[in-house]
């Protein structure tokens, strides 16, 4: 049931808007890293970083299947890290860790 809820999220979405971690270099952004489980294919990485790339203030977000890590590249005056664990766990994977670096 979640993962059919989560396609059709993903579906909504579209599929643009996948970057790299270009431009981390700049003043006014940060870097996220997070540990999340409940990824059960390359499906649910891919489809988050497009989820999130979709939010006004998220520059980049690339995450990886096996590995269970998502790394975003965000903007603090528009989006919080806060805002970002819970947006993961609204679609219904569970963040275990997270760091933060400018």
Not at 45 to 55: Q, V
Not at 58 to 79: L, N
Request: charged share 15%; net charge positive; proline share 2%.
């Amino acid at each position: 049931m979640f993962r059919r809820r989560f396609l059709q999220m993903l579906t909504v979405a579209g599929v643009g808007g996948l970057t790299g971690l270009d431009g981390v270099a700049s003043e006014k952004v940060k870097l996220a890293t997070y540990r999340v489980k409940g990824f059960s294919c390359i499906t649910c990485a891919t489809g988050l970083d497009t989820m999130l790339s979709k939010h006004k203030g998220i520059q980049s977000s690339v995450s990886t299947y096996p590995q269970g890590v998502v790394k975003v590249v965000f903007h603090p005056e528009q989006v919080t890290g806060e805002w970002i664990t819970g947006f993961i766990a609204e679609l219904g994977f569970t963040v275990e860790a997270s760091s933060y670096s400018s």
